[in-house]
Structure formats: structure tokens, C-alpha cells
């Protein structure tokens, strides 16, 4: 590890944490700038019976009626302390919220990520290894149909064949491991399109390399010659799509979470959103920032060590060649 | 006889032979018919689930509103000082009787010996001064507000002895005691009280003297209460004081109601909150118990905006009032369960009288009122006046879910009649922040509320003592400012009755508000195996009477 690669490394850490601050700063302004503020929203409720006095009373007693700009730099500086605040809906701690649902997410997310995984490596297996006859074509076909059909229609579908008709788990055990198990199938099905369409490209690039033939000319069998010699370069640029796989899995997890009535990063940001609870809001979009930022700063700082090829600081960036490199490479340079 | 009888044939011997077998016998009858025999007694044990769309914003008691999600639970881990039973019918609970001065300003409440709260503080009349103060002041600097509803007339109360409370109002208050049985008047410990609001929103935090308590919950997911063996004051209204048959409640959040539905239909579930009224028939047919009570309130309904042209024409107003027929809104958005309207208020509210005549769907009357009024029929059916069209925008109530179907009906129906109406419909943040009572661009803004007591509404519909003004009459209606007076100092229900039934053929007559129907806020869908629920005055069911069969 030289000089060169540990001030990459700081530049790239610095870069971070100022991404993280724009995100809380832009989530304040767009909160502040939408219409209404929270604290009227839920007050004027008709069944609360509040009169205007009385509402303009408890907005002063929030803090709310204050310039904007100050209450932009109270939060702002709380944030930088670690002091999330409490959240404007319930009154409770911010981040007792968050730790309630993350685990949850988490582990939804990351059993998302595995069933993702699992399926686009037997498609892309699939496509190259099922005889054309049997349907390796439709095979090829399986990427595009998961992308098409919405993610909550695959959740509701699920739910009623699994759980309502088969009975093999409870709705209302919706932290049980069959209720997870279903949610992550759910979740993780339009993830595996991705991942499967990367994965086939770059197996239809090295199965036509010279080094493939010859495996297969010392007649190599099928599952070998795969998992010995084409998965492993298939799979570098692989990692970068599930670097961006995180964002869906996240994102898809409001979905799934609702349908399968679980609780969440997703259903806390669903409730936050309908309430403007801005405290929770900018915890939340914190903490995605971070996940994000983190999840590209390990890409980044890995890449270099994994392939002396690839260039540090500033520069264009060289990845090893794949059908997929565009695609990724514009991703990237939105996130970073 | 019997003395002969039991000399001859009872020996010791035949004794013991003829228990044994009558003990057997009995036994074998027992095993065999036990469901039947003990139908008529409540069995204990059992758990059920209940399945919500939500469980509202916090848990700081005070701050959930008077109808929202929370009073649920707050149902049954919590206690009221007096019942009020789906016909508005009060009787005693915490407060086993009370008194009242003449002019209704002065209170005296006479509480129920031996009650406690689940941390073991006892409910006595230093626990209920706590109560109303809060209630009444909140602390709204530490983000505890006042309970909106509660008189804004109040001026102290005194614990006179440890089972005695004396309550004083700045001005006649008659709606006070209605007031101790709804959601928001629950009492809650003296020591969560004293806790901050961050304590407060901790549900597990909070200990009222509810036949359950809260075993444990999590935000956005389940709350799971759990019976409280030593609870023995419940309301004689409902038949039972003693502690409750089921040994837990868990309300879990679905919030996808198609989901809740199936999950009762499949097993999983007991009860399934508001379901779309269109699905009832089919459950009902399939054996599911379809529960929609109604709350005491106003009707769902159109509060006219009179400031605005041509709305401030009462003939335009009355026009309204004949042409929708609210028959067809029944038969084609609901089900036979909702009722027609039959005055502005709903029918089971004490004082409300019925005024279905003024309610008739008249076509012809309307049409011949805008004829009056100066409204002409076009060629393309849309009546005129000084080239301005005879238009409405009605504004979907995002917390009503068939609020748009209706407006689509209404539509329809003024339609045929010359009237060019517009929808629009908004989410919750949009339409609070565009849509007011009164609102310059506001010509009918639409109700669904409970309420308290029906001596509230006067005051609601003008804008005396920070009132609502509904109508944007402010002080300009003298008959309906002089109603409102005359009730709100009526110091009791035979004064004020006659004075409500004015007001509400005046309103109605007026065509200040157009009822639309009888609101059924929520409806239950319950497994058939689950028996015995009471609904109250604001339509919460409640489970403490209830049992279930295996």
C-alpha cells in the first residue's frame, strides 16, 4: 500500500462525508419548501378540534415559526454532534426509530441480495448450458420479464398463493423466517435481472475466448468449465452492479415492506414522508447517504487493490473491459 | 315420599354406585356438549388479532385526536370517568354518580373506590384534577397540547376528599359530563403525567387503569396488550366488571386492505379494520360478522360557503339541498348498513330530530328555485346567469375513502338539473393546506366529525368563542347567532332540546349545510369465532367483553 493509494483513499473519505452533509442540507431545504409545514398538517386534522390560536401557539412553542435558515443550522449543527433529534410526529428519539427498524431492512435487504444473487447466477447458468430446445431463449427472456412485472404484484402474488392458500406462513408473522424468506424473493427477483444481465453478457464474451475453447476442446464438463473457469472473470463487473443493487434493494424494500406489512426503514420513511416529520426524514436520507457513500468508497478502494490497471485520483478510471462497462461507469459517476 | 324413597333404596353402598355413574354420566355429557352449555357463559382465555391500516402519529395521550387510530388501544389499556354507549347514552364508570348546579357551572364526581393504575398509583381525585388540568392546558412548550375538544369554559377542579372532585366552569357548560366519556378524556396515570413528552410517546410508558395493559409494541408494527388480572371496575353499561376473557389483544399493522381482509378470510386473522364497502355482501354471506357503527357527530355532509356567489343566494342554496338524491348515493356507493341522513347531525346523537322532509330529493322544486333565482338553462343544459355559468367544485375529503365516488354521484345527479360541477381531490398535506371552512375558492367544504356533546355545534357553525364559522356567516345571521346563544347557556337537555331542533330545521332550511348521509367512519370484518364486542359512542369496538371459540 503506497503513499499514492492512502491519499486516494483520504480524498475519496473527505469526498464522503461532504456527500453526506449536501444530502442532509438538501433534504431540509426540499422538506422546508414543500407546502404546509408538519406540526399544521397533523393539527389541522378536523377531529383534533384546534383553533387557529391554539395551533399558532404550538408551532411557536416547536420552534417552527423561526427563520429558516436558523432552524437549517440547529439542525445542521445537532447533526454533526450525533444529536438527532426527536421525531416532530411521536416525540420520540430519532434514533431509537431508526434502530427499531434496521434491523428488519437489514436483514430483508441482505436476504434480497442472496435470493438475487442465487437466481441470476442460474439464469445466466441457464443460458449457457440449457440446450436451445429446452428454452434457453426464454431463459434470456427472464431479465426482461422480472424488470416488467412490478414489484408489489410479485409480493401480493406470493402472499396469497404462500401464505393464504398454501398457509405456509402468517401475515402477521411477518418477521417469521418463511414471511422473511417470501419478502426477499419478492424483493430480490427484479435485483436478479440486473445482476442476470450483466452476468450473461460477460458469459457470452469469455465463453467465446480462446481459453474457453480449449477448456472445452480438453473436454471439460459443463458445471466445471463454469464455475472454474468463466463465473470468476464474469464476475468482476458484477460487483459494481450490486454496488448499485443496494440502492434498489433499499429502495424496493418500501414496497415489499408495505405489501408484506412488515416494519422498516421503508415504512418509517413512508410514515415521515406523509407526516413531513423532518427530523426522521433527514435521519433517514442520512443514513442512506452513508450506505451509499459507503458502499461506493468500498468499490473504489477495492478496485485499485484488485486491478493494478485501474488508476487513482482524478484521471479516467480503467475497469477491466465488460459489454456492461457504459452503464455502470454512468451510475457511478451519479453517485460518487 | 321422598323419605321412604331414599330409606329403602339409598344404603351407603348404592350411594356411592348411583353418584359414580350420575358423576360419569355428567362427565360424558360435559365432554360431549360442552360448546353449547357453556354458550351463555363467557369462556376465559384466547388470543385475537386485529388487524389496522395504522396506529396514528404518537402516543402522548393528549395529542391523538379524538377519533384517530390510537383510541383503540387506548380503549382498553385506559378507563373514562363515565360510559357513553352508542346511542350517546351516559352512565357511570370511574365516576359512580355526579351532581351538577343549576346553571351547570359547578360539578361534583364521586369516584369508584379502589381503583388503581397499572404502576400501582391509585385512581383517586388527585389522580383526576391531574387529568383535567392536563386536558384542559396541556404543556404545550414541552409538546403536550390540550385536548382539543375539551371545554374551553374550564376553570379548576379541587379533590375534595380522596373519592370526591369538584370541577368549576367560567360559563354554563352542560356538554361536561358527555365530554368524560370520549377517546380523548382517558385518565392516565399521575405518574406518567408528570413525564416528559419523549416518556409519554413511549407506549410502554404509560400506565392507565384498563382492563389491559401493554405487554410490549413496536412503532409502525404491532402493539400487544395483555389482560390485567386484578381489574374489577369496568362500566356496568356493558354488563361485565370484571376482568377481561381474552388473555391478549394484538393490533398488527396491514396496511394493504386487501391483505387484512384475506388474512381474516384465511384464519390468520380475527378482525380486519375498514375494508371497502363494496366487499361486505360477499363476506357477510360467507359467515364473516360485518360491524359498522355509527359515532355520534355530524353527518357526512357540505357546509356552504354563503360568502360566495351564487351561494350566497339562499334559493341557490335550497336548490342544492332538493336536487341530490341521497337514496341513490346510499344504494349505488354503500350497502344497505349506512343509514340516509336525517338531519345534520346523526340520528343517534341525543337531540338530533329528524328532518327527512326538508331532505327530500326534489328535482323539480330545485329547478324551479334556480329558475327563480335567475339561473337559465342553455342549450347544452348548463344553466346561466349574466354570462357566468352556474358551476361547483367540490373537494374530496382525503379522509373519507368513498368521499370521491360521492362527489362523482352529486355530480351527476346537479347535473341533470343545470349545475356544472367540478372535482377535485387531494392528499391530506394538500387539501389542508388549500381547503378551509369558508375559503375563498371554498363553496362547499366537506364534513365528517364527531363530537361531544350537540351543544357544541352551535358555536362550531358561527365563529363566537374561536368557532369555525362554517358557513362564513360570522355575526351576520341573527336567528342562528340567537340559537346559538340560547343553547350554549342552557343549563339543561329539556331547555336546550327544543332549541336544537330550531337550529337544525333553520340550518337545513337555509341550505347552510347539505347532508349526504349517516357516516360510517369504520368498518370491522370479524371472524365468526370471536363473539361479544361492545361498540361505543365514537364507534371503537372493544374487546374487553368479548370471547373466543376454537
Given at each position: 500500500m503506497n503513499s499514492t493509494y492512502l491519499s486516494y483513499a483520504a480524498k475519496r473519505l473527505v469526498q464522503a462525508v461532504v456527500v453526506?452533509?449536501?444530502?442532509?442540507?438538501?433534504?431540509?431545504?426540499?422538506?422546508?419548501?414543500?407546502?404546509?409545514?408538519?406540526?399544521?398538517?397533523?393539527?389541522?386534522?378536523?377531529?383534533?378540534?384546534?383553533?387557529?390560536?391554539?395551533?399558532?401557539?404550538?408551532?411557536a412553542a416547536q420552534g417552527l415559526d423561526r427563520p429558516i435558515l436558523v432552524q437549517l443550522w440547529t439542525a445542521l449543527s445537532n447533526f454533526v454532534t450525533g444529536d438527532l433529534g426527536l421525531s416532530m410526529r411521536s416525540n420520540r428519539p430519532v434514533t431509537t426509530l431508526i434502530a427499531e427498524v434496521l434491523p428488519s431492512t437489514l436483514i430483508l435487504a441482505s436476504t434480497g441480495l442472496g435470493v438475487a444473487l442465487a437466481l441470476a447466477a442460474a439464469i445466466a447458468y441457464g443460458t449457457q448450458f440449457v440446450p436451445r430446445r429446452f428454452g434457453q431463449g426464454l431463459l434470456r427472456g427472464f431479465p426482461s420479464l422480472f424488470l416488467s412485472v412490478p414489484n408489489f404484484v410479485i409480493g401480493l402474488v406470493l402472499i396469497h398463493t404462500f401464505g393464504f392458500q398454501l398457509g405456509l406462513f402468517r401475515v402477521i408473522e411477518s418477521n417469521s423466517f418463511l414471511a422473511t424468506l417470501f419478502a426477499a424473493i419478492a424483493l430480490g427477483i427484479p435485483v436478479s435481472a440486473r445482476?442476470?444481465?450483466?452476468?450473461?453478457?460477460?458469459?457470452?464474451?469469455?465463453?467465446e475466448q480462446e481459453y474457453a475453447a480449449v477448456a472445452r476442446g480438453r473436454g471439460l464438463g459443463q458445471v466445471r468449465l463454469f464455475a472454474k473457469h468463466l463465473l470468476k472473470p464474469s464476475s468482476l463487473p458484477v460487483v459494481t452492479v450490486i454496488a448499485l443493487a443496494i440502492?434498489?434493494?433499499?429502495?424496493?424494500?418500501?414496497?415489499?415492506?408495505?405489501v408484506f406489512g412488515r416494519t422498516g426503514v421503508g415504512s418509517l420513511v413512508q410514515r415521515s414522508v406523509s407526516t413531513q416529520d423532518l427530523p426522521v426524514l433527514q435521519a433517514v436520507v442520512s443514513l442512506a447517504a452513508v450506505v451509499f457513500v459507503l458502499v461506493n468508497l468500498i468499490a473504489d478502494l477495492v478496485y485499485p487493490l484488485l486491478d493494478p490497471r485501474v488508476k487513482l485520483i482524478g484521471g479516467p478510471k480503467y475497469r477491466p473491459t465488460t459489454a456492461d462497462e457504459n452503464s455502470a461507469d454512468t451510475s457511478r459517476a451519479v453517485t460518487t | 315420599m321422598t323419605k321412604r324413597f331414599s330409606s329403602r333404596f339409598l344404603s351407603r353402598r348404592r350411594l356411592l354406585i348411583t353418584t359414580s355413574a350420575v358423576a360419569a354420566a355428567a362427565l360424558v355429557v360435559m365432554a360431549g356438549l360442552n360448546p353449547v352449555q357453556s354458550a351463555g357463559v363467557p369462556q376465559n382465555g384466547g388470543n385475537i388479532t386485529f388487524l389496522i391500516d395504522s396506529l396514528g402519529s404518537t402516543w402522548i395521550p393528549n395529542n391523538s385526536a379524538i377519533s384517530s387510530f390510537q383510541g383503540h388501544i387506548w380503549g382498553h389499556v385506559t378507563d373514562k370517568l363515565v360510559y357513553v354507549d352508542a346511542d350517546g347514552k351516559v352512565s357511570p364508570w370511574i365516576a359512580e354518580s355526579w351532581e351538577q348546579n343549576d346553571n351547570a357551572t359547578q360539578f361534583t364526581l364521586h369516584l369508584k373506590k379502589g381503583v388503581t393504575f397499572s404502576d400501582g398509583t391509585p385512581l383517586d381525585a388527585s389522580a383526576v384534577v391531574a387529568n383535567l388540568d392536563i386536558w384542559y392546558a396541556g404543556r404545550r412548550n414541552e409538546g403536550i397540547n390540550p385536548i382539543g375538544l375539551f371545554p374551553k369554559t374550564y376553570d379548576r377542579a379541587e379533590a375534595v376528599d380522596?373519592?370526591?372532585?369538584?370541577?368549576?366552569?367560567?360559563?354554563?357548560?352542560?356538554?361536561?359530563?358527555?365530554?368524560?366519556?370520549?377517546?380523548?378524556?382517558?385518565?392516565?396515570?399521575?405518574?406518567?403525567i408528570a413525564q416528559p413528552a419523549s416518556q409519554q410517546a413511549d407506549l410502554a410508558k404509560t400506565s392507565g387503569s384498563g382492563p389491559y395493559v401493554v405487554d410490549s409494541w413496536k412503532?409502525?408494527?404491532?402493539?400487544?396488550?395483555?389482560?390485567?388480572?386484578?381489574?374489577?371496575?369496568?362500566?356496568?353499561?356493558?354488563?361485565?366488571?370484571?376482568?377481561?376473557?381474552?388473555?391478549?389483544?394484538?393490533?398488527?399493522?396491514?396496511?394493504?386492505?386487501?391483505?387484512?381482509?384475506?388474512?381474516v378470510q384465511s384464519g390468520q386473522a380475527d378482525v380486519a379494520y375498514n375494508a371497502s364497502p363494496q366487499e361486505l355482501k360477499s363476506l357477510k354471506e360467507a359467515g364473516f360478522t360485518i360491524a359498522t357503527p355509527r359515532y355520534l357527530g355530524f353527518v357526512n355532509g357540505l357546509a356552504i360557503n354563503t360568502k360566495l356567489e351564487p351561494y350566497n343566494d339562499v334559493k341557490v342554496r335550497q336548490a342544492f339541498q332538493s336536487g341530490i338524491n341521497r337514496k341513490e348515493i346510499l344504494d349505488t356507493v354503500y350497502t344497505p348498513d349506512w343509514k340516509l341522513a336525517t338531519s345534520f347531525i346523526q340520528s343517534n346523537v341525543p337531540g338530533a330530530t329528524d328532518h327527512s322532509d326538508l331532505l327530500a330529493y326534489n328535482p323539480g322544486r330545485a329547478e324551479k328555485l334556480l329558475d327563480e333565482a335567475g339561473w337559465t338553462k342553455g342549450s347544452n343544459g348548463i344553466r346561466s346567469k349574466d354570462g357566468k355559468q352556474l358551476s361547483l367544485t367540490l373537494y374530496s375529503n382525503p379522509y373519507l375513502a368513498t368521499s370521491k365516488s360521492i362527489d362523482e354521484l352529486i355530480a351527476q345527479q346537479l347535473g341533470k338539473i343545470g349545475w356544472k360541477v367540478y372535482i377535485r381531490a387531494y392528499d391530506?398535506?394538500?387539501?389542508?393546506?388549500?381547503?378551509?371552512?369558508?375559503?375563498?375558492?371554498?363553496?362547499?367544504?366537506e364534513v365528517t366529525r364527531s363530537f361531544i356533546d350537540a351543544g357544541t355545534v352551535a358555536s362550531i357553525l358561527t365563529d363566537a368563542?374561536?368557532?369555525?364559522?362554517?358557513?362564513?356567516?360570522?355575526?351576520?345571521?341573527?336567528?342562528?347567532?340567537?340559537?346559538?346563544?340560547?343553547?350554549?347557556?342552557?343549563?339543561?337537555?329539556?331547555?336546550?332540546?327544543?332549541?336544537?331542533?330550531?337550529?337544525?330545521?333553520?340550518?337545513?332550511?337555509?341550505?347552510?349545510?347539505i347532508p349526504r348521509t349517516q357516516i360510517v367512519q369504520w368498518i370491522y370484518v370479524q371472524s365468526p369465532k370471536l363473539k361479544g364486542e361492545v361498540y361505543n359512542g365514537i364507534a371503537y369496538a372493544s374487546y374487553y367483553t368479548a370471547t373466543i371459540s376454537e
Open positions: 453526506i452533509l449536501l444530502a442532509y442540507v438538501f433534504t431540509f431545504v426540499v422538506v422546508s419548501i414543500l407546502p404546509g409545514d408538519p406540526i399544521t398538517n397533523v393539527l389541522r386534522d378536523p377531529q383534533n378540534g384546534f383553533s387557529e390560536k391554539q395551533i399558532q401557539e404550538i408551532i445482476i442476470a444481465e450483466v452476468l450473461i453478457a460477460n458469459l457470452d464474451h469469455e465463453a440502492g434498489e434493494l433499499l429502495g424496493g424494500s418500501l414496497i415489499t415492506e408495505t | 380522596a373519592t370526591t372532585v369538584k370541577v368549576f366552569f367560567k360559563a354554563t357548560t352542560l356538554g361536561f359530563i358527555p365530554t368524560l366519556g370520549y377517546h380523548g378524556s382517558i385518565l392516565i396515570s399521575p405518574k406518567t412503532e409502525g408494527d404491532f402493539v400487544k396488550l395483555i389482560r390485567r388480572k386484578d381489574y374489577n371496575w369496568g362500566p356496568a353499561a356493558v354488563g361485565h366488571t370484571g376482568p377481561a376473557h381474552l388473555d391478549s389483544i394484538t393490533y398488527k399493522l396491514v396496511s394493504e386492505p386487501s391483505l387484512r381482509v384475506a388474512a391530506v398535506v394538500t387539501f389542508g393546506e388549500k381547503v378551509k371552512f369558508g375559503g375563498p375558492a371554498v363553496p362547499a367544504y368563542n374561536n368557532g369555525e364559522n362554517w358557513f362564513a356567516l360570522g355575526e351576520s345571521d341573527k336567528k342562528l347567532n340567537e340559537l346559538r346563544d340560547k343553547i350554549a347557556s342552557a343549563a339543561s337537555t329539556q331547555i336546550r332540546d327544543p332549541l336544537l331542533d330550531e337550529l337544525q330545521k333553520y340550518v337545513l332550511e337555509q341550505g347552510y349545510f
